[in-house]
């Protein structure tokens, strides 16, 4: 059953993965859990996008990375607007502008459209762009008729809103659109919803479009003083975002966060291990046939350690990886979202690799960072290995 309108977020993000699932409606990338999900008849949701007035109007378009709304990133392409999309987790940059090569033709602006086509022909935009978002769409987990959206969870829909609302890109009336299936269309309680929560003003799902007349405001800018915990980790992710946060600070704004001193000492004690790492992440590589590239990362400590960490250390699968891809490249990946493993188990051949991490807590956090992250034009499939050691 789906979930009641007073359920929580969670609640409702669970409810709504599980429903696709059981139902047959989920697409690939699969499983949905922990994504925008991607669902039978997207296409058709964001064939409806040309029949809005607010995108016949729009000249540049700010459409997110998720598979669904490919169609809507396509649409946008064909109509010969430019096309913003965010970068994946904002890791180097905001935006990417798609610039299709001179007389692309249909089928290269479908390739344009798809998350490699997006890496082959795009141009990054930085806080100097000058961009100037006439239309946004985004994907939601669940939404309901009076504008309310739930994303997945790590708030990054949000975070970019208000990023381009501090750097004036958007206005109070730029038009929001998400694109769902219609089962996706639910009631939700105001009271659950926060202040930094998105609302939009289009629902387009494969049977209808709906126009909420939402009078809920929409973020205005980065809510410093509010801190959430989301925030202050992405603080210590995303550089723009300390960019931005020095700008309006020299603009004269209080971007002091409501807990200043405990979010510099986390991340401070976050950081230690991983520049003991990236250090020992210099030393040769294992020769083939010996021990698992990574082996030898792991930090000095007693004379055995596997005998001390056998108990404590979690194993992270990775799977779905491209057979090109190097094990430098994943490290590589690992290294920018800041979850770098004491020990990495490379196994390309059968396209998975197993992160060994010191705690349950530092394998959750490479859990959520991994997931929906795409390598070599994969999108990886990313969980807790079913045994808490892999026994190799």
Not at 71 to 97: D, E, H, I, M, Y
Not at 165 to 184: F, K, L, N, R, Y
Not at 259 to 275: F, S
Request: net charge positive; glycine share 8%; aromatic share 4%.
């Amino acid at each position: 059953a789906l979930p009641s309108a007073s359920s929580s977020k969670w609640d409702i993000r669970e409810k709504v993965w599980e429903h696709l699932e059981a139902s047959g409606l989920a697409e690939f990338p699969r499983p949905v859990r922990g994504r925008i999900p991607n669902f039978k008849g997207s296409l058709q949701a964001c064939s409806s996008l040309g029949g809005l007035d607010v995108f016949s109007r729009a000249r540049e378009v700010k459409v997110d990375p998720d598979k669904p709304l490919e169609g809507a990133r396509l649409a946008a392409l064909q109509a010969r607007k430019t096309l913003l999309v965010p970068t994946p987790r904002l890791r180097t940059g905001l935006f990417n502008r798609i610039v299709p090569p001179p007389g692309a033709t249909k089928e290269i602006l479908r390739r344009c459209a798809t998350s490699q086509g997006v890496k082959d022909y795009s141009v990054p935009v930085g806080l100097d762009g000058k961009a100037q978002v006439d239309l946004v769409v985004v994907g939601s987990v669940a939404v309901s008729e009076k504008g309310w959206r739930i994303g997945k969870g790590e708030g990054y829909a949000d975070m970019e809103y208000a990023m381009m609302v501090s750097m004036g890109a958007v206005q109070e009336d730029t038009p929001v659109v998400t694109i769902v299936h219609d089962c996706q269309v639910l009631d939700i309680a105001e009271e659950i919803l926060d202040d930094h929560d998105l609302t939009v003003d289009y629902i387009l799902t494969p049977t209808r479009t709906i126009q909420t007349n939402c009078k809920r405001p929409k973020p205005q800018g980065i809510m410093w003083h509010k801190a959430s915990s989301i925030l202050i980790q992405m603080l210590g992710k995303i550089p723009i975002l300390k960019t931005l946060r020095c700008r309006e600070k020299q603009a004269g704004k209080d971007v002091t966060l409501q807990d200043e001193c405990a979010a510099l000492a986390n991340t401070n004690r976050a950081a230690i291990p991983n520049k003991k790492v990236m250090a020992a992440n210099t030393q040769p590589r294992a020769a083939p046939g010996s021990a698992p590239v990574g082996q030898p990362h792991v930090e000095r400590g007693p004379v055995n350690p596997k005998s001390e960490e056998s108990d404590t250390i979690t194993t992270v699968y990775v799977g779905n990886l491209p057979g090109s891809l190097r094990v430098s490249e994943l490290k590589s990946a690992l290294r920018e979202l800041q979850v770098i493993p004491v020990r990495v188990n490379w196994q390309g051949a059968q396209h998975r690799a197993f992160l060994d991490y010191r705690d349950q807590g530092a394998a959750d956090r490479a859990v959520s960072s991994l997931q929906g992250l795409s390598l070599g034009g994969n999108a990886l499939r990313v969980e807790l290995a079913r045994s808490q050691r892999n026994k190799g």
